[in-house]
């Protein structure tokens, strides 16, 4: 089963995202289809040593149950399944940085962001 990758990375104190169909940037819209895994995954230097959590916010009936831990670096959720609910969500990616870092105030891309990144099924 083919899945939906997004990349996540930390450039100047904010989150930024990266998708497996190439967009990339702070807010971008990801579309996935029906029945496939949605991954967030850290970017290579990424300057994030973990993702710590993936909030959803919206409609909820284009995932199978809630975000789910796999590794330090990567979380997952699969899409509706075929002839279910179409739409789209907002998410949040929880994160602790590189301790060499410097101190950047960033923890958290939060939903109060004017436009934050969207899953779009299909």
Not at 30 to 53: P, R
Request: proline share 3%; hydrophobic share 25%.
């Amino acid at each position: 089963m083919e899945g939906t990758v997004i990349y996540v990375k930390l450039n100047k104190g904010q989150l930024e995202y990266r998708d497996s169909d190439g967009q990339e940037g702070s807010s971008i819209s990801t579309h996935a289809k029906h029945n496939q895994k949605i991954t967030w995954k850290l970017d290579k230097c990424s300057g994030i040593s973990e993702i710590t959590g993936v909030k959803i916010k919206g409609d909820l009936g284009i995932i199978n149950g809630k975000p789910r831990k796999i590794d330090f670096n990567q979380w997952e959720v699969y899409s509706s399944g075929e002839g279910e609910d179409e739409g789209e969500l907002s998410y949040t990616v929880d994160i602790i940085k590189c301790k060499n870092l410097k101190d950047e105030e960033v923890e958290s891309q939060g939903l109060r962001d004017t436009n934050p990144p969207l899953i779009r099924v299909p």
